[in-house]
């Protein structure tokens, strides 16, 4: 049956040298590949994408929905080339060509047969290596792309991990356990199940303070297994010489013998207890042990009613602290005390994919699935999270928690879905954002940290697809299904 595909496929595969210019050619059934004049267009049948061959890599001019006529594309400058990695690719890292090839595959026998592109670039500055690869699959409305990298991480690149938010105030556990309830997430919200928790007291030390601002600090707390908690809290410089208590002592919320839910309260912080910006937040047990509390967030004082920088928070109740923010203060700190992201989690390396297009005139969908399906079986702990925005974008639009950005305008979409293990609430490993800005979509995530790199082996990013479709959102949900049953299809023998 394999032959007969490649006989009926008419696979054709060409490196010629004509006026001086090289073209490659590759056909298989509906799909095509061709590379001529430094431009490469590769199509489905359904749907075609041309990159030109810049300075730097290949960059994304152009895809067309075959079928409705739209093209997706930029009249604003774009990106160097569709990939990065920080600290050894950016948009202005100059790059050789290699060598381009294409034949048709089916990964082994794990997916349908496509038809593969492949091409390899040097970037003798930083004496890394790129290998990117197109999967076309014959009559779908689709379009895969993945990037391998073989290069050397420098010790900077090892030192640093960037930041998602340089600008905000720290929040940093010094004393206690993080853990996750997952008994109470069925009862209330995730965030609620997650709590920092010690027999003694639980400390979190405050930093980035700016002198002349107001600060107050809320924390949320509750009883779920009834132990009779009654606790307190107060704040302390960092010498411990000056202690302030906020709170005195106080019954939590008990939600196993009354069925109460969890408390949120905000409390004023003095201006005289921190002298270097800096404070340590303490919540001590006075009856019932240990002594538990679940989220900590910070308000400054700042003449706007929304945080100047965003602050890693789940996005719903993100906007119900922004919502609840007292007049004239900011948001600008937050931990979930039980599953706060580390700085390596919440870390975007490199770009593994880009489209052109102007999202100012876009309507833009961002979707994403839950982890821990076992325990989200009631009405308010969902399965699938989607989220809608529109209008003109005053700053890129980053989304971190989304595994498909779904665009559209007027009757036509496309979509970028990320072929990773990111779950609205678990990141896994770097698998970054999408950013959309007025000149393009970007797929940020890479499957590796600078640590994971290697000078003599090729390590691979996430897989991202790109996909067009003509209708309503249904339509785009039907046209990604379509093609994840080409990628991953049902094969009797394996599975």
């Avoid at 309260?265 to 005289?272: E, Q, V, Y």
């Avoid at 072929?419 to 007025?438: I, L, M, R, W, Y």
């Amino acid at each position: 049956m394999a032959n007969k595909t490649y006989i009926i496929a008419a696979v054709l595969f060409s490196w010629l040298n004509l006026n001086g210019k090289p073209l490659l050619t590759g056909k298989l059934g509906d799909a095509s590949v061709r590379f001529e004049n430094q431009r490469l267009t590769i199509s489905t049948g359904l749907v075609e994408r041309e990159w030109l061959l810049t300075p730097n890599g290949l960059k994304t001019k152009s895809i067309t929905n075959i079928k409705s006529g739209k093209t997706w594309h930029s009249t604003l400058p774009v990106t160097g080339c569709d990939w990065s990695y920080e600290g050894l690719v950016s948009d202005t890292s100059v790059c050789n060509l290699i060598t381009m090839s294409s034949k048709a595959d089916n990964d082994e026998g794990f997916t349908t047969e496509y038809l593969n592109f492949e091409a390899e670039f040097e970037y003798p500055a930083t004496h890394t290596f790129i290998k990117y690869t197109v999967w076309a699959y014959p009559n779908t409305q689709g379009i895969r792309t993945q990037v391998w990298i073989k290069g050397k991480a420098t010790t900077d690149m090892l030192n640093s991990v960037p930041s998602a938010n340089k600008n905000a105030l720290s929040l940093k556990l010094n004393r206690g356990t993080k853990s996750y309830n997952y008994s109470a997430s069925n009862a209330a919200k995730q965030w609620d199940a997650a709590t920092s928790t010690d027999d003694t007291k639980v400390e979190y030390l405050l930093s980035g303070m700016r002198k002349n601002k107001g600060y107050k600090l809320g924390l949320s707390w509750w009883d779920f297994e009834g132990k009779g908690r009654i606790q307190k809290v107060s704040v302390a410089s960092i010498d411990g010489e000056k202690v302030v208590t906020l709170l005195a002592p106080t019954t939590l919320p008990d939600y196993t013998g009354k069925n109460e839910m969890p408390q949120s309260l905000l409390l004023d912080i003095p201006d005289n207890v921190s002298l270097d910006g800096s404070l340590r937040i303490m919540v001590e047990p006075v009856n019932g042990k240990p002594v538990t509390v679940g989220e900590i967030w910070i308000y400054e004082k700042s003449g706007q009613k929304r945080a100047d920088e965003p602050v890693e928070c789940d996005a719903v109740r993100h906007d119900q602290l922004l919502t609840n923010a007292p007049e004239y203060y900011s948001l600008v700190a937050y931990t979930d005390c039980g599953r706060e992201r580390s700085d390596a989690e919440k870390a975007t390396f490199g770009r593994c994919d880009f489209v052109p297009l102007n999202g100012n005139k876009t309507q833009r969908l961002y979707a994403g699935y839950f982890n821990d399906t076992q325990n989200r079986n009631l009405p308010e702990t969902p399965l699938l999270k989607e989220q809608i925005n529109s209008g003109v974008l005053v700053e890129p639009e980053k989304t971190d928690w989304a595994s498909i950005a779904m665009i559209s305008e007027g009757s036509d979409g496309i979509a970028m879905v990320k072929e990773s293990h990111k779950c609205v609430n678990q990141p896994g490993v770097e698998t970054g954002d999408f950013v959309v800005t007025a000149h393009g979509l970007s797929n940020r995530g890479t499957s590796l940290m600078p640590a994971d790199l290697s000078p003599d082996s090729y390590k691979w990013y996430w897989a991202s697809w790109t996909i067009v479709w003509q209708g309503d959102n249904e339509a785009g949900r039907l046209a990604i299904k379509q093609f994840d049953r080409a990628r991953y299809t049902v094969i009797p023998e394996l599975d």
